[in-house]
Antibody, heavy 119, light 107 residues
Framework: QVHLVQSGAEVKKPGASVRVSCKTS????????ITWVRQAPGQGLEWMGW????????NYAQKLQGRVTMTTDTSTSTAYMELRRLRSDDTAVYYC????????????WGQGTLVTVSS | DIQMTQSPSSLSASVGDRVTITCRAS??????LNWYQQKPGKAPKLLIY???TLQSGVPSRFSGSGSGTDFTLTINSLQPEDFATYFC?????????FGQGTKVDVK
């Protein structure tokens, strides 16, 4: 059974950094991309980017370039998303999801991690 | 960026109704279009990919159609568990933008 389990909720001050983990199981980690999507309270879905797990290639949303880093640890089948220089409008639920290829949908998702940015 | 526009933003329906949601892309995306369902406090669930292919395990009352710029999600005979918000997403290029969502609630 496929599972993506994310780390717990975080509260951060503006300017700080946050790292969210996404531990996967039940499938071959290197076969799928990991995509990150966020959702601000009461808002829609925002694509953040993806990482290829077999070679670590990344594709980030331009608006997050320079602040976001996605990585993977193949030894533990875990993906990570770090967001730096946090602002209040980064407050959101952050989701990881697996995607067979860049052009297809994400078929299994993590449970989401609430990141709150507040002074 | 490709803009994805869904309509309507919300609709009210009854169990057994046929529901249609449309999604328009700001430029042609071929069939690189996915549909997701999201319930409050839950992660999105993939319903349809490549515009018309039903994801494994999704009931056949869900169907998708379209290509180019205009796409449709249809729910035949709406069931109680289908009251949710639906999002389209293009995966033609980056950023892989989502529509703003369509909330389906009880009439």
């Amino acid at each position: 059974q496929v599972h993506l389990v994310q780390s717990g909720a975080e509260v951060k001050k503006p300017g700080a950094s946050v790292r969210v983990s996404c531990k996967t199981s039940g499938y071959s980690f290197n076969t799928y991309f990991i995509t990150w999507v966020r959702q601000a309270p009461g808002q829609g879905l925002e694509w953040m980017g993806w990482i290829t797990t077999h070679n670590g290639k990344t594709n980030y949303a331009q608006k997050l370039q320079g602040r976001v880093t996605m990585t993977t640890d193949t030894s533990t089948s875990t993906a990570y998303m770090e967001l730096r220089r946090l602002r209040s409008d980064d407050t959101a639920v952050y989701y990881c999801a697996r995607q067979l290829a860049a052009a297809v949908g994400a078929d299994h998702w993590g449970q989401g991690t609430l990141v709150t940015v507040s002074s | 960026d490709i803009q994805m526009t869904q309509s309507p933003s919300s609709l009210s329906a009854s169990v057994g109704d046929r529901v249609t949601i449309t999604c328009r892309a700001s430029l042609s995306i071929s069939t690189f279009l996915n549909w997701y369902q999201q319930k409050p406090g839950k992660a999105p669930k993939l319903l349809i990919y490549a515009a018309s292919t039903l994801q494994s395990g999704v009931p056949s009352r869900f169907s998708g159609s379209g290509s180019g710029t205009d796409f449709t999600l249809t729910i035949n005979s709406l069931q109680p568990e289908d009251f949710a918000t639906y999002f389209c997403q293009q995966t033609y290029n980056s950023p892989q933008t989502f529509g703003q969502g369509t909330k389906v609630d009880v009439k």
